[in-house]
């Protein structure tokens, strides 16, 4: 469920960027890959959102459980801060946001 008016075409089009970004820590687990989401969100957003995003900061070793949710937050140009949550689909870590707020988590 969407907390803004994304269409569902953006919505896809943010769920199928943000897919798989994952990577393996040093004892097996499988975590998600930070960089890879951050990138990826901001690319998606600045097309969705038709602004541009100054950054995002995703959490750093994020175990991959399907079901799981995570939050990032996103800076736009100007001074706005959205906050993204993402949940964790499956096994692979394909991811979708599930929710976009305006403001930082608190």
């Known amino acids: 469920m969407w907390k803004t008016s994304f269409s569902s075409r953006a919505r896809a089009i943010v769920t199928a960027a943000v897919a798989a970004a994952l990577a393996m820590a040093g004892c097996g687990e499988t975590v998600i890959d930070s960089s890879k989401a951050e990138g990826a969100l901001r690319e998606n957003l600045q097309h969705v959102l038709s602004r541009r995003v100054a950054s995002v900061e995703c959490p750093s070793g994020v175990a991959v ?40 988590p608190r």
Do not use: M, Q
């Open 65 to 104: 459980k399907a079901g799981s949710s995570f939050e990032c937050v996103v800076h736009l140009a100007g001074g706005e801060t959205k906050t993204a949550t993402l949940t964790i689909r499956d096994k692979e870590a394909d991811t979708e946001v599930t929710g976009l707020k305006s403001g930082a």
